[in-house]
């Protein structure tokens, strides 16, 4: 774990600093400890855990698919690039210029791997941006680890206090993920940037029947900025619109990679996927809004 972000890092337990320290392994002055699993990531969910349902594994796995494929890649360039407008306009926070990025619901790891990866300088020689990434599927996470060798990578309830001191990162990633902004504001330094990524109700239209594809409501904009305005100001807006074409198995991962995948059953979509042709035409439709936290 790259030592700016294990000085970021508070204990979930009593919420103190964890200790310096050469190894993985995480430990607070209290004694709360914490080893990371063998596939690279820590769980920090104490005591309950979390009463939201995590991405199981075949749902993990079908995201990890359909997103490495580069259906999603040209989403993946207009967050990069509102990220790196939100940030260009702030000083460096730390020393030595390092910027920290945080995935709050990072699922499989895709865009902060896209993220990071186009942030990082040409130069051999300069760091990427350190990367944090927090999910409560341990099977997403398990993937976010291995495509982010360099990312701290935790098992956590974004609903939750974040295990982050105040002012830790200057840009912080919420991709069809939940939003908790008193605690965004809180991690984000003074002059950094959220960018929220939420889908259109044009989104996979075409395909929305056959996919059992949840409904995406009207209105969903203007809620999302009634749930930021207390602690965040709008300072940019961008729809992203792309045609794809998808096969069958590209539909049905599409569909059990999402929300709806809680609910589906893999066989009976995969017989109603494969009466559509050998490739659909199908819009993916995106709003990216860019946040900064409000002054005190």
């Not at 103190?16 to 969910?45: E, M, V």
């Not at 990220?83 to 702030?90: C, F, H, K, L, N």
């Not at 300072?235 to 096969?247: A, I, N």
Request: proline share 8%; hydrophobic share 45%.
């Amino acid at each position: 774990m790259r030592d700016v972000v294990r000085a970021l890092l508070h204990c979930p337990h009593c919420g103190a600093p964890f200790l310096p320290g050469p190894g993985p392994r995480l430990q607070c002055p209290a004694g709360h400890s914490f080893d990371a699993a063998k596939q690279g990531y820590y769980n920090f969910l104490t005591g309950k855990g979390t009463a939201f349902t995590a991405d199981s594994a075949a749902m993990a796995a079908s995201r990890a698919a359909f997103l490495e494929s580069g259906h999603y890649a040209p989403l993946a360039e207009a967050l990069t690039g509102m990220v790196r407008d939100g940030m260009a306009s702030t000083a460096p926070s730390r020393d030595g210029g390092l910027p920290v990025v945080v995935d709050a619901g990072a699922g499989t790891g895709y865009y902060l791997h896209q993220v990071v990866a186009r942030l990082s300088p040409q130069d051999p020689g300069s760091s990427a941006p350190a990367a944090v990434a927090f999910d409560i599927s341990k099977f997403a996470l398990r993937r976010a680890a291995r495509l982010n060798p360099d990312a701290a990578v935790f098992v956590w309830d974004v609903w939750r206090p974040l295990p982050l001191a105040d002012g830790s990162a200057d840009a912080l990633l919420v991709v069809f993920a939940p939003r908790n902004p008193a605690e965004f504001r809180r991690v984000l330094r003074p002059g950094g940037v959220a960018v929220v990524v939420t889908p259109l109700p044009t989104h996979l239209r075409e395909i929305a029947d056959v996919a059992g594809l949840l409904d995406i409501e009207e209105g969903k904009t203007e809620r999302l900025d009634a749930g930021m305005g207390e602690d965040f100001e709008l300072v940019e807006r961008r729809t992203l619109e792309f045609g794809l074409s998808l096969t069958p198995v590209d539909v049905a991962a599409v569909a059990l990679m999402g929300p709806a995948g809680h609910h589906l059953d893999p066989v009976e979509l995969t017989r109603r996927t494969e009466t559509l042709g050998d490739l659909t035409p199908v819009t993916a439709a995106f709003t990216l809004s860019a946040y900064r936290p409000r002054r005190a």
